[in-house]
């Protein structure tokens, strides 16, 4: 089963509001990432929160992480039509061997 | 700047066809990986490997093999290709000291006859 689920499957917004998807996972982790996928490329990593971190910025990325519900936000502000893109997270942990799971995405559409 | 590439963006092959897909990283990567995308089911490892001439199974290498001959490149080989291995396969890879940020290649899209 997915480690990672993102949530809302799809998300619809104009250019200038903010993005937020959710991911949350079963175990516990390393870390947890999050990738972007322009639609039929390879993924690019964007940002990675260490589990003892609660939130990470870069740039207008805004990544939280809670440990104890096991879940994390991706927060893109003043969205732009060029974020259009799924974006997925991908929990690491090393229990039993370096593994990193990821989920199924977030498709994003930014409207100009 | 940093580079994994796949040696085809599109695939048609028929059943019953082996089919090789070529993965190479000019980084110096000591960890390679083998992803198949599908619809709602999100990245699914089929292999990895750590080193040169050195491969782990992931979580769905059924029907599936792979070489890691030199360091910079990475194949995955489907001995006997079957329809329900139509699917978009990426290739990623990962420097030792920082394993979780991978490198993804442009992806191949395999369509299975």
């Known amino acids: 089963s997915q480690q990672g689920e993102e949530d809302p499957q799809a998300l619809s917004i104009q250019e200038g509001e903010n993005a937020t998807m959710n991911c949350s996972y079963k175990?516990?982790?390393?870390?947890l990432q999050w990738y972007r996928q322009n639609s039929g490329r390879g993924l690019v990593h964007l940002i990675l929160?260490?589990?003892?971190?609660r939130e990470k910025h870069s740039g207008r990325l805004r990544v939280t992480l809670d440990t104890s519900k096991k879940s994390s936000s991706l927060l893109i502000t003043a969205s732009r039509a060029a974020d259009t893109a799924s974006y997925f997270c991908a929990t690491a942990s090393n229990t039993g061997g370096f593994k990193t799971i990821f989920g199924a995405g977030t498709r994003l559409f930014v409207k100009a | 700047d940093v580079k994994v590439t796949q040696s085809s963006r599109y695939l048609v092959k028929r059943t019953g066809e082996k089919v090789f897909l070529e993965c190479v990283q000019d980084m110096d990567h000591e960890n390679m990986f083998w992803y198949r995308q599908d619809p709602g089911l999100g990245l699914r490892l089929i292999y990895f490997?750590?080193?040169?001439?050195?491969?782990e199974k992931g979580d769905i290498p059924e029907g599936y093999s792979v070489s890691r001959e030199k360091k910079e490149r990475f194949s995955l080989i489907l001995e006997s290709a079957s329809t329900n291995q139509t699917s978009m396969y990426l290739c990623a890879s990962s420097q030792t000291f920082n394993p979780e940020t991978q490198y993804f290649g442009p992806g191949t899209r395999l369509l299975v006859l």
């Open positions: 490997s750590y080193d040169v001439k050195m491969k």
């Open positions: 175990t516990s982790i390393n870390n």
């Open positions: 929160i260490r589990s003892n971190e």
